[in-house]
């Protein structure tokens, strides 16, 4: 098998270089992608037969809340990377990952707050869908707070991949909670073997704001990758010739 | 393709969820927003550091 491609993500220049070329590509398909989804989702979309227009919530609060969790599933795959193969752009990008994926994490605390409110009566309830994602929270600050109290960056990309790497175990518990326990919290919709139980009408832009969401965190990785690398590499020759 | 509200008031009243429904769309696509700004402020300053660095140490 030929490894070049993986050797290539280990070479900061080249990936300063590949985050350059495509951010641009990333960021407009996801406008584009989110402005559709959007029109279908709040305009052509029919309503619900129970939850009426409040059902368009969804449109939000699922690809938001699922932003959450593959944020912090890539982020914890980059700090295994980068505490097994020592690769200094793995760290970066998992130092990227994180305010991203806290603020996702308030998206999906907020949103869901928003949709509980009129359809169980509160806006918060100790239920383990709710709870763990708060935990999720914790894990994206506790993440943020260790890497900003450690001045080594060596050691706090050590560190810092330590907790993310064991805080993955968060994201099942987040994914199968609805199902392992009893929770107000509604069992998947969409993401589930089989047919979705959903209309087509209201299925497409939901689906198409998933495809919105990944791209756009792609855009922001990307450039948050290049900012780190900026900083990381400050004595590196290749520089000069990135910000001349 | 047809709209589902026959009124810009119904679309707007979201029927009877408008209060829940527009701070909801507000927040998500605020960070969304938020966050584009953020990553490119960042790469700006990482850039104006780097430069800066450049130019005392040429």
Redesign the interface.
């Known amino acids: 098998m030929n490894w070049t491609w993986f050797h290539r993500l280990a070479s900061p220049p080249h990936v300063y270089a590949f985050a350059q070329r495509w951010t641009r590509w990333f960021?407009g398909a996801a406008a584009l992608a989110?402005l559709i989804a959007l029109y279908g989702g709040?305009?052509?979309?029919?309503?619900d037969y129970q939850?009426?227009?409040?059902f368009?919530?969804v449109?939000?609060?699922a690809p938001?809340a699922w932003l959450s969790l593959m944020i912090y599933t890539t982020m914890a795959v980059a700090a295994a990377v980068g505490l097994i193969w020592r690769m200094k752009v793995a760290h970066a990008a998992a130092a990227a990952c994180a305010?991203?994926g806290a603020?996702?994490t308030?998206?999906a605390l907020?949103?869901g707050m928003?949709?509980g409110?009129?359809m169980w009566g509160a806006y918060w309830v100790w239920d383990p869908r709710l709870t763990s994602e708060l935990v999720l929270l914790f894990l994206y600050l506790g993440y943020m707070g260790l890497r900003a109290g450690i001045e080594d960056p060596a050691k706090a990309d050590k560190a810092s991949a330590v907790l993310a790497v064991v805080g993955v175990v968060n994201v099942p518990i987040i994914k199968f909670s609805v199902e392992w326990w009893n929770s107000l919290h509604q069992t998947p919709t969409v993401m589930q073997m089989g047919k979705p139980k959903m209309d087509g009408d209201m299925l497409w832009p939901l689906l198409l704001m998933f495809v919105a969401f990944a791209l756009?965190f792609v855009?922001?990785l990307l450039?948050?990758l290049?900012?780190?690398l900026?900083?990381r590499e400050?004595n590196a020759s290749w520089?000069?010739e990135v910000?001349? | 393709?047809?709209?589902?509200?026959a009124t810009f008031s119904d679309?707007l009243a979201?029927?009877?969820?408008g209060k829940?429904?527009w701070?909801?769309?507000l927040?998500?696509?605020g960070?969304?927003i938020?966050?584009?700004w953020?990553?490119?402020r960042?790469?700006a300053?990482?850039?104006l550091?780097?430069?800066r660095?450049?130019e005392m140490n040429p």
């Open positions: 960021g989110m709040l305009l052509l979309a029919p309503p939850q009426k227009d409040a368009r919530m449109y939000v609060h938001g305010p991203v603020w996702f308030v998206v907020g949103t928003l949709w409110k009129p756009y855009a922001v450039t948050r290049r900012a780190e900026l900083r400050r520089i000069r910000v001349a | 393709m047809n709209s589902s509200f679309f979201m029927s009877g969820y829940y429904v701070p909801c769309f927040l998500g696509f960070v969304v938020l966050n584009a953020l990553a490119s960042s790469l300053a990482a850039k550091e780097a430069r660095r450049l």
